[in-house]
């Protein structure tokens, strides 16, 4: 849980904790623990609670307020107590910071100040390095073309992590319409993406593992919703403060993304640290991924995460040369999954990862390598790998 802040908020005045409240849902990085309307008896509630920061609005009683700060830094001082006020009065900034506040806000407080002065706090408290030496936490898998592979990259690259038992993994199926993970992996589940944010309001980290399906490689799996109807519902922002919550529960996230080009598919890109394009080295496909990878260029800060996969490298080399597509894409081709039309064939219709049928297999050694690459910290696999039953094949 080392990326999601875990506040509690405290204010007696109804209509400002309603606006906090608002808030701090509305950010992906904090998961709002409990919203308190007293300060009585809230210092034992908060160290119930477990939580990294406490956000204690002043204003319905000054006195109050301050000797709960010091009681919540008394009794436990690696939680991280921000006093906020609509007053910027001296004398009661200095009470606050004496009482063992660590940094005042003045309310009304913009959504980036509030993050960053908790981020802030937070991280130089728990000394954390950041999650940029683990390597990328969600991973977004998308494709401008329908039947390029990008589900079947996203099964096996989610499988092929989820054999680090140590680096638990999610596998999330965005394409809300026609999303076809649980079919990949042959699991039936009970709870699914609709499910969740139907109940957000009471989710925690323990009741969210415990939604999620399981297959037998260990890999959970948050499947798209059943009914077509209920995708709907799934709104941006929402989806946003799930991803951030998954990000805290999960040492990776893989995101199968629709190519309906939907609102959700951006809260995913806007939460991605990496956005693995697939293309393949047809006329079509290049074309629509130039057009795709041109949308993605528009918005700030995307651009940088995007690395590119060819799939069924090699089927395409008489058509489209790798150095032609990576001239029209204008960026370079990173990895390339060799085509192996049999072994996927045979995986898809098992319902099974391609490591299973052909372990040891050119497609099964890149998406190894592509995982090493991304994740150097995970241990690896010292054995030699065995040959699969259909590794003749390919």
């Given at each position: 849980m080392k990326d999601l802040i875990r506040v509690v908020l405290v204010d007696p005045n109804q209509e400002s904790r309603e606006t906090l409240k608002r808030l701090l849902g509305g950010m992906s990085r904090f998961w709002l623990a409990e919203a308190l309307a007293g300060y009585h008896d809230a210092a034992r509630q908060i160290k119930e609670l477990g939580?990294?920061?406490?956000?204690?609005?002043?204003?319905?009683?000054?006195?109050?307020?301050?000797?709960?700060?010091?009681?919540?830094?008394?009794?436990?001082?690696?939680?991280?107590?921000?006093?906020?006020?609509?007053?910027?009065?001296?004398?009661?900034?200095?009470?606050?910071?004496?009482?063992?506040?660590?940094?005042?806000?003045?309310?009304?407080?913009?959504?980036?100040?509030?993050?960053?002065?908790?981020?802030?706090?937070?991280?130089?408290?728990?000394?954390?390095?950041?999650?940029?030496?683990?390597?990328p936490r969600i991973v977004t898998i998308a494709g401008a073309s329908g039947g390029i592979g990008c589900t079947t990259l996203a099964v096996n690259l989610a499988a092929t992590l989820a054999t680090h038992k140590e680096n638990e993994t999610l596998l999330f199926d965005l394409d809300l319409a026609f999303g076809s993970v649980d079919a990949c992996l042959d699991v039936a589940?009970?709870?699914?993406?609709?499910?969740?944010?139907?109940?957000?309001?009471?989710?925690?980290?323990?009741?969210?593992?415990r939604s999620m399906t399981r297959h037998s490689s260990g890999l959970f799996v948050l499947p798209r919703p059943v009914d077509i109807q209920e995708a709907a519902a799934v709104e941006h922002d929402c989806l946003k403060r799930l991803l951030g919550l998954l990000r805290a529960s999960y040492g990776v996230v893989i995101v199968d993304a629709s190519k309906g080009l939907q609102s959700t598919d951006f809260a995913a890109y806007e939460m991605s640290d990496l956005i693995l394009v697939v293309v393949q080295l047809d006329l079509i496909c290049l074309r629509?991924?130039?057009?795709?990878?041109?949308?993605?260029?528009?918005?700030?800060?995307?651009?940088?995460?995007?690395?590119?996969?060819?799939?069924?490298?090699?089927?395409f080399d008489a058509e489209i040369s790798r150095k032609s597509a990576e001239e029209t894409l204008k960026m370079p081709i990173t990895w390339q999954i060799p085509d192996a039309p049999k072994a996927f064939g045979i995986a898809r219709t098992k319902g099974t990862p391609i490591a299973d049928v052909a372990k040891g297999s050119r497609p099964h050694q890149a998406l190894l390598e592509m995982t090493r690459a991304l994740w150097p910290f995970l241990e690896q696999d010292s054995d030699k790998p065995r040959k699969g039953l259909f590794a003749a094949f390919f």
């Open positions: 939580v990294q920061a406490v956000l204690v609005v002043l204003d319905h009683d000054p006195a109050r307020a301050i000797e709960l700060i010091a009681q919540v830094a008394q009794s436990d001082p690696a939680i991280v107590v921000v006093p906020a006020s609509r007053v910027s009065d001296g004398a009661l900034i200095l009470k606050s910071i004496r009482a063992g506040a660590r940094e005042f806000v003045t309310l009304p407080v913009e959504p980036g100040e509030l993050l960053d002065t908790f981020t802030r706090l937070v991280k130089g408290q728990s000394g954390d390095e950041g999650s940029s030496s683990r390597g589940s009970t709870y699914t993406l609709a499910n969740l944010l139907q109940n957000f309001d009471r989710l925690d980290p323990t009741l969210l593992k629509n991924t130039a057009r795709f990878i041109h949308l993605l260029r528009q918005y700030e800060g995307l651009s940088e995460r995007i690395k590119l996969i060819e799939n069924r490298a090699g089927l």
